[in-house]
């Protein structure tokens, strides 16, 4: 099946109205990629893997430390149809003590999942595939499209369906597994999150988020593409001259998280210049205290607008209301584009106000975990969702009766104490 993103990109990059927009800009360096570059990047993408021989459904890796390099061989490769699996590009980079434990697990993880190759524009990336037996095709930095991408050999494993892209878990409870997200599912979220935050082609946002997470993939780069907005990206986040950055690339939405909240809300404010035109800022990734989202609005002037995603579910999950009026400190909001529920330990849906665990269903949740099976032939598949659709989050939470939820903490950090349930967040 041909891919949506290669029509959307085909779209923006043949509209005369939006081939010479900015799509996505460096916040670091000033380099900007039109609509109309990123489509001739995508052709050079799909031009090289043909050329390689790298047939859809075909895995292969990136560990890329430049931004606007990243979304070129991000979106170049799920419009050819391969598997993309990010990795960390720094941890690949390291030079610490840690650097040949590092190089093992990426080399490991290139092994587990079947990667015919990495695309890469460091050394790191490099050391990791050379350490796996398979080859580095380094990326073009300057410039759109790809160098060096050799011919795949052999007959590759194809354990999940053309343009997907999986990512890592944590590994907390033994070996990370693979999420794989399809097309299907990444369009559907980031339809949502274009919908709810009312982003279109006069709107830019920024992130400093890891463009190998599942949040800058999709809330980022893919929202971007979905709404004809743009986004300046930035390889991590850097607290001096923040707020000029905004300034000069007219800013309108912030996405953060509350680490970078938390900073921004102890130095100095913005203009008001900057803090008129940034509509929000979005915090995602960890429940955000309440002193710290007070803090950030009354220091910072920008209204805050909590959320909760999952990469299981390709990224967004709640989201307060865009009308300040209708957020709620301490509740990351409302559903958005996809069901949930919360019940107690037999499964069962739990009265309104109610602690319990958190479950999701929806077109954006997976359907699979991918488990590393320890050979060359690709990991192996295993169900993520319950025999009536609903994936456990993990996460304990209640929903009122308007529907906000509250986060409590993870299932497996409750304490009991003396028959007495105490969640994380209460302490």
């Not at 999986?166 to 559907?188: D, F, Y």
């Not at 986040?237 to 923040?242: K, L, P, V």
């Not at 929000?280 to 309440?290: K, Q």
Request: net charge neutral; hydrophobic share 40%.
């Amino acid at each position: 099946m041909p891919s949506k993103i290669a029509a959307l990109v085909r779209t923006r990059a043949r509209s005369a109205e939006e081939a010479g927009r900015p799509a996505y800009l460096d916040a670091q360096s000033g380099a900007a990629r039109t609509w109309g570059e990123v489509g001739r990047a995508v052709e050079a993408w799909q031009a090289a893997t043909r050329d390689a021989g790298l047939a859809p459904g075909t895995p292969v890796a990136t560990a890329i430390t430049e931004p606007l390099a990243f979304i070129g061989a991000y979106l170049g490769l799920l419009s050819a149809g391969a598997v993309i699996l990010t990795l960390d590009p720094f941890t690949t980079s390291t030079r610490d003590a840690g650097e040949a434990a590092a190089l093992a697990e990426a080399a490991a993880a290139l092994t587990e999942f079947a990667a015919v190759g990495v695309v890469t524009d460091n050394d790191g990336g490099r050391r990791a595939a050379l350490e796996a037996g398979i080859p580095a095709w380094d990326l073009t930095v300057s410039g759109p499209g790809a160098e060096g991408l050799g011919a795949v050999t052999g007959e590759p494993a194809r354990w999940a369906e053309p343009s997907t892209v999986v990512l890592r878990t944590s590994g907390s409870t033994g070996r990370p597994k693979g999420v794989p997200l399809q097309e299907r599912h990444l369009l559907h979220n980031a339809g949502a999150v274009v919908t709810h935050h009312r982003l279109g082609p006069g709107e830019r946002m920024h992130s400093a988020l890891p463009l190998f997470h599942i949040n800058a993939q999709v809330t980022g780069v893919l929202s971007a593409l979905v709404a004809g907005s743009s986004l300046v990206v930035a390889d991590r986040f850097h607290r001096n001259g923040f707020w000029d950055v905004l300034e000069t690339c007219e800013v309108t939405v912030l996405n953060a998280v509350p680490a970078i909240l938390t900073l921004l809300a102890d130095g100095t404010p913005p203009s008001e210049r900057v803090a008129r035109r940034v509509r929000f800022a979005r915090s995602a990734s960890a429940p955000l205290p309440v002193p710290t989202l007070k803090s950030f609005e009354e220091r910072c002037g920008i209204g805050v607008l909590e959320t909760y995603g999952m990469t299981e579910a390709a990224g967004q999950i709640c989201a307060n209301p865009l009308a300040p009026e209708r957020r709620r400190p301490g509740s990351v909001g409302l559903p958005v584009g996809i069901e949930l529920r919360v019940v107690d330990e037999g499964g069962r849906p739990v009265p309104a106000g109610e602690a319990g665990g958190v479950e999701i269903r929806g077109a954006s949740v997976t359907t699979a975990y991918v488990v590393p099976a320890g050979s060359g032939a690709g990991p192996h598949r295993r169900m993520a969702r319950n025999g009536s659709g609903w994936l456990p989050t993990g996460d304990v939470g209640s929903a009122d009766r308007d529907g906000y939820v509250v986060l409590l903490g993870r299932g497996d950090g409750v304490i009991n104490r003396g028959g007495e349930k105490v969640y994380p967040r209460e302490v």
